[in-house]
């Protein structure tokens, strides 16, 4: 079922006009460093964003690291990236770095410029424990 799902998912993905990714890397408990891939698009009943799979990094999480790691996983999953045109990502270094950040390194193995957006992925997490339970 789960993998009937992802390849709806993938198809859905790869039919829509456009899609954007979204990636955030973080460390997990144990300090095992991940990303996590998201990804935005429009198929028939509206607006979609699914995570596309929380990708572990192996070693030290620069810009490169996760480029390749984000590649390999669209090109595993048969995402066509061909229609991607927009990334969103946090502010670091890593992410956003002008010569070996993640962003102008996909850009760069694309062949062509994208939108690029910061965003803070974890906004409605840290509002929810600002909030009262009621």
Do not use: W
Request: hydrophobic share 35%; charged share 20%; proline share 4%.
């Amino acid at each position: 079922m789960a993998e009937n799902i992802t390849s709806q998912q993938i198809e859905d993905i790869n039919f829509a006009p456009a899609f954007s990714i979204a990636c955030d890397e973080s460390s997990d408990v144990n300090d095992i460093e991940q990303t996590a891939l998201l990804c935005r698009y429009v198929n028939s009943d509206g607006p979609q964003e699914e995570i596309i799979e929380l990708i572990l990094l192996k070693g030290q999480k620069r810009g490169e690291d996760i480029c390749k790691a984000v590649m390999n996983c669209l090109q595993a999953k048969g995402i066509n990236t061909t229609h991607m045109g927009s990334v969103a990502t946090d502010g670091t270094p890593s992410m956003r770095g002008t010569q070996k950040g993640f962003v102008t390194l996909l850009q760069k193995s694309l062949d062509r410029e994208l939108l690029t957006f910061h965003f803070i992925l974890h906004q409605e997490a840290l509002c929810a424990q600002t909030f009262p339970p009621e």
